[in-house]
């Protein structure tokens, strides 16, 4: 429309039935629009929630293991590791020692690397395994 005084603005945006809206208020003279205000404050919100549900929050997910773990159930919870993995999510992999077995942390390391070097495909490893009372935990992060 272009330069208006304030009062011609008002008056065509009543006119039309609509909203005077203020854009740029720094510019020199003030840039303002002539718009349906709620139904632009209605199209933003929409637009955020389309942007909300279309993101992908990453879970922190948990895989216990013991030392003495045998082949078949090794297999079975690297599996669920993976899975985890592929859907973009991190692992904490936990070796949980009990009674004597502290004595002995390199054994679960053993574990914790054969695990990392299952998975070295899909995952990379973010926090290397480190013993936390009877818990040895690393966190493998999606490539």
């Known amino acids: 429309m272009g330069i208006l005084e ?6 065509a945006a009543l006119e039309r039935g609509l909203d ?3 854009v740029a208020p720094m510019a020199r ?3 303002v629009r002539i718009m349906d205000y709620g139904k632009f404050k ?6 955020a929630r389309q942007a909300k549900k279309k993101q992908h929050v990453i879970h922190l ?12 159930d090794f297999d079975t919870k690297t599996r669920h590791a993976r899975r985890f993995l592929g859907e973009g999510n991190k692992v904490k992999v936990t070796m949980m020692f009990r009674g004597r077995q502290v004595a002995h942390p390199e054994i679960g390391k053993l574990v914790l690397d054969r695990v990392s070097a299952d998975l070295a495909d899909i995952a990379k490893v973010e926090t290397d395994a480190k013993l936390e009372g009877k818990n040895m935990t690393m966190i493998l992060a999606p490539k």
Request: hydrophobic residues 40%.
């Open 6 to 11: 304030l009062d011609a603005a008002l008056a």
């Open 20 to 22: 005077l809206v203020e």
């Open 29 to 31: 003279p003030p840039v």
């Open 42 to 47: 209605f199209e933003q919100a929409k637009q």
């Open 61 to 72: 997910k948990e895989v216990k293991y013991r030392p003495g773990i045998d082949d078949h």
